[in-house]
């Protein structure tokens, strides 16, 4: 099958060279500002307000640009970053354990499979210590120790402590800090907040992205919103596999109708899948629960020794369990990085060792941990995971083994960026989980919080200047681009609205997820790729023959919101599976059975794809522009946790 064409390579334009310590001070040097009086008269349009559009909408107005918010939930505090648990990363060094800016950056690119970019993983490593600063400032309740000092516990890929947290919550609470920060500039009237409205379309002019085609969620009314540059937040989109641990809103559609529009879309098939989800329970289920990972530091993972066992776990004796990560990877053992946690179970399950209905998880058991901290220790540290895990299953943890399976998670792939964090199209910046982002190939736990808030108080904000300054640009309001981009979503809605035939929305959701996990999940290879991506066509297809949005356009209408995320999926989902099929080595979330050690670890081909694949779009066959990556620091090696 011809699924793809070669175009040209592609560069980071903005990315400094020179000495990796100083390469964000010389940029922030060398890019142009805007003087004060003069932001006032330039408007920037931010899409989402969860971690990264909040934190990058409070600091812009704060320096005096006029922000224009969107987001579809009825408030900016209930953007999908409300839900992160676990905790946020930051080389502080607090415990002396041997971290450092260096560490951080060395963990995070080796984590990633050496698929990110130097450049950017040593910025974020630098700029992490200055988040929580920050944060701390705004008054975000950090858990503490005994003398005061904030607390940190250890997340996956590291061998320190430095995971800052707010009990299972830090999410929340980083959110309520951005949330205030914006609130406040919304009471000064820089910042115009427009929640319960949907970005459908971008608008480019000579060129340049200036502005967004939205719906109104509550009147169905649709209209062109203009601004300078736009600046998309929208997180991330592994609901196109149905069943993930995100919120049931989290979509494609911003950073789909920009890669329509030019913006090229880059390693969209690395994927995370997260080894800690409570597991599926059954066929009606619409949405799967993350149990954090800081669950690691505590929880031990095992599965009974022996295949088909199916005594109580309180039955099976020590020497009858299987601590698999520990037995597997001594050095890190349960603290792994999640790409290997989840194939590992996976294998333990493939082995017929899993346990519980369908033999598709394994343990997760704090009774050690209760045996040397104490239940109220344990309960201080986790209490709201282990209540929430409670009420979704009926059981226990305090006295019976979590049941944990891996689940979608996280996307590190997204709009394609420079160091500036500007798309192919000008005007356009992308940040947080929807850019494709400093993560490579597998994403460390604890550090999306910290990308997303990095991008949005400290980078943008700065980078962006360099590009305003050209501005005020002209009135655009008038312009033929402007009537068809707003035409383009009218049409669109209407279609939608017109199939009017005999299948849910949902359904086909489901059924695409279905052929997304079973052919390009966990494990993926060249003929269930080739064969999902025929699945994917006949069913798209049926989708624009079958689909039956109930309602109309002019009043609120969720199946019409989700008909048409939906159907963005579709085209998504194409494209992972041709960008997953095209990379033939495995390299992060992204294992391809064909290329393994004999041991079972990802087999990297750093010779053949050691590239960013950005994908162009063309309406019809993608086009793969390919940025090369090099490593002078942290040099490829094989990636060992053992
Ligand atoms: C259960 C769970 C737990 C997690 N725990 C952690 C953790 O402990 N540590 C960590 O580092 N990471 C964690 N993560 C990952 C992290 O939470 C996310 O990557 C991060 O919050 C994404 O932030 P964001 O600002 O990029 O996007 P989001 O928070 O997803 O916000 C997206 C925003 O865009 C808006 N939007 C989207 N599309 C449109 C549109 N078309 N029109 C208008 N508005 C739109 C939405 O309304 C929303 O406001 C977790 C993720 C999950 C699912």
Not at 435 to 456: E, I, P, T, V
């Given at each position: 099958m011809h699924l793809f064409d070669v175009g040209e390579p592609i560069r980071d334009r903005a990315a400094p060279d020179g000495e990796i310590e100083t390469r964000w001070e010389r940029r922030r040097f060398g890019a142009r500002l805007v003087n004060p009086a003069n932001r006032r008269k330039l408007t920037v349009i931010v899409v989402g307000t969860g971690l990264a559009g909040g934190s990058a909408a409070a600091t812009l107005a704060e320096a005096g640009y006029r922000v224009r918010s969107y987001c579809y939930q009825d408030s900016p505090r209930r953007a999908h970053s409300i839900a992160a648990q676990g905790g946020i990363n930051a080389a502080k060094n607090y415990r002396n354990d041997g971290d450092s800016i260096y560490r951080l950056f060395y963990d995070t690119v080796k984590g990633g499979d050496f698929r990110a970019r130097e450049s950017n993983v040593y910025r974020l490593a630098q700029l992490s210590v200055n988040i929580v600063d920050q944060c701390v400032a705004q008054g975000v309740p950090f858990a503490r120790e005994y003398g005061g000092l904030l607390d940190n516990r250890s997340f996956g890929g590291a061998q320190v402590s430095r995971t800052f947290y707010a009990r299972g919550q830090t999410g929340q609470q980083l959110l309520l800090g951005a949330y205030q920060a914006m609130e406040r500039q919304i009471a000064a009237g820089n910042i115009e907040m427009n929640a319960r409205h949907e970005m459908l379309e971008l608008i480019v002019v000579d060129g340049r992205a200036r502005g967004i085609v939205v719906r109104d969620l509550v009147t169905g009314s649709v209209s062109a919103e203009f601004a300078d540059a736009v600046v998309l937040a929208s997180g991330g989109y592994g609901n196109v596999f149905f069943l993930s641990t995100n919120a049931k809103g989290c979509n494609v559609t911003a950073t789909w109708r920009a890669h329509r529009k030019g913006a090229l879309f880059a390693n969209p098939c690395f994927t995370q899948i997260h080894p800690t989800c409570i597991p599926e329970s059954g066929t009606h289920q619409s949405k799967l629960t993350l149990m954090s990972e800081s669950l690691r530091n505590d929880g031990r993972v095992w599965v009974p020794s022996r295949a088909s066992d199916s005594r109580q776990p309180a039955d099976i004796p020590e020497d009858e369990r299987d601590y698999y990560l520990e037995r597997i990877y001594p050095s890190f053992g349960n603290l792994v990085p999640r790409d290997i946690a989840s194939r590992a179970a996976k294998h333990v399950c493939d082995e017929g060792r899993g346990v519980g209905p369908g033999g598709l998880g394994v343990y997760l058991d704090f009774a050690d941990a209760i045996r040397r901290l104490g239940r109220g220790a344990v309960e201080a540290k986790y209490?709201?995971?282990?209540?929430?895990?409670?009420?979704?299953?009926?059981?226990?943890?305090?006295?019976?083994?979590?049941?944990?399976?891996?689940?979608?998670?996280?996307?590190?792939?997204?709009?394609?960026?420079?160091?500036?964090?500007?798309?192919?199209?000008?005007?356009?910046?992308?940040?947080?989980?929807?850019?494709?982002?400093?993560?490579?190939?597998?994403?460390?736990?604890?550090?999306?919080?910290?990308?997303?808030?990095?991008?949005?108080?400290?980078?943008?904000?700065?980078?962006?200047?360099?590009?305003?300054?050209?501005?005020?640009?002209?009135?655009?309001?008038?312009?033929?681009?402007?009537?068809?981009?707003?035409?383009?979503?009218?049409?669109?809605?209407?279609?939608?609205?017109?199939?009017?035939?005999?299948?849910?929305?949902?359904?086909?959701?489901?059924?695409?997820?279905?052929?997304?996990?079973?052919?390009?999940?966990?494990?993926?290879?060249?003929?269930?790729?080739?064969?999902?991506?025929?699945?994917?066509?006949?069913?798209?297809?049926?989708?624009?023959?079958?689909?039956?949005?109930?309602?109309?356009?002019?009043?609120?209408?969720?199946?019409?919101?989700?008909?048409?995320?939906?159907?963005?999926?579709?085209?998504?989902?194409?494209?992972?599976?041709?960008?997953?099929?095209?990379?033939?080595?495995?390299?992060?979330?992204?294992?391809?059975?064909?290329?393994?050690?004999?041991?079972?670890?990802?087999?990297?081909?750093?010779?053949?794809?050691?590239?960013?694949?950005?994908?162009?779009?063309?309406?019809?066959?993608?086009?793969?522009?390919?940025?090369?990556?090099?490593?002078?620091?942290?040099?490829?090696?094989?990636?060992?946790y053992k």
């Open positions: 209490g709201n995971l282990f209540e929430m895990y409670q009420r979704i299953t009926g059981e226990d943890p305090y006295v019976v083994p979590m049941r944990i399976y891996p689940a979608v998670h996280y996307t590190m792939g997204g709009l394609w960026v420079d160091y500036d964090l500007q798309s192919t199209i000008p005007g356009l910046f992308v940040i947080g989980e929807a850019n494709f982002s400093d993560h490579g190939a597998n994403r460390l736990g604890a550090s999306a919080l910290m990308q997303g808030l990095a991008d949005g108080y400290f980078v943008l904000p700065n980078t962006i200047s360099n590009y305003l300054a050209a501005g005020p640009f002209p009135d655009i309001s008038d312009r033929a681009e402007v009537a068809r981009a707003r035409q383009a979503v009218v049409d669109r809605l209407d279609r939608l609205l017109s199939v009017d035939g005999d299948r849910t929305v949902d359904s086909f959701h489901r059924e695409l997820g279905h052929v997304m996990w079973e052919y390009c999940g966990m494990e993926r290879t060249e003929e269930g790729l080739t064969k999902a991506i025929g699945l994917i066509r006949g069913l798209h297809d049926e989708f624009w023959q079958r689909v039956k949005v109930p309602g109309t356009g002019e009043q609120l209408n969720q199946n019409l919101e989700k008909a048409g995320r939906v159907a963005d999926f579709f085209e998504l989902a194409e494209l992972i599976c041709i960008d997953a099929l095209h990379r033939r080595e495995s390299a992060g979330g992204h294992f391809r059975a064909e290329s393994q050690t004999p041991d079972g670890e990802a087999l990297r081909h750093d010779d053949e794809f050691g590239y960013v694949a950005a994908w162009e779009f063309t309406g019809d066959r993608p086009v793969l522009h390919s940025e090369d990556l090099t490593f002078e620091y942290v040099h490829p090696s094989t990636r060992s």
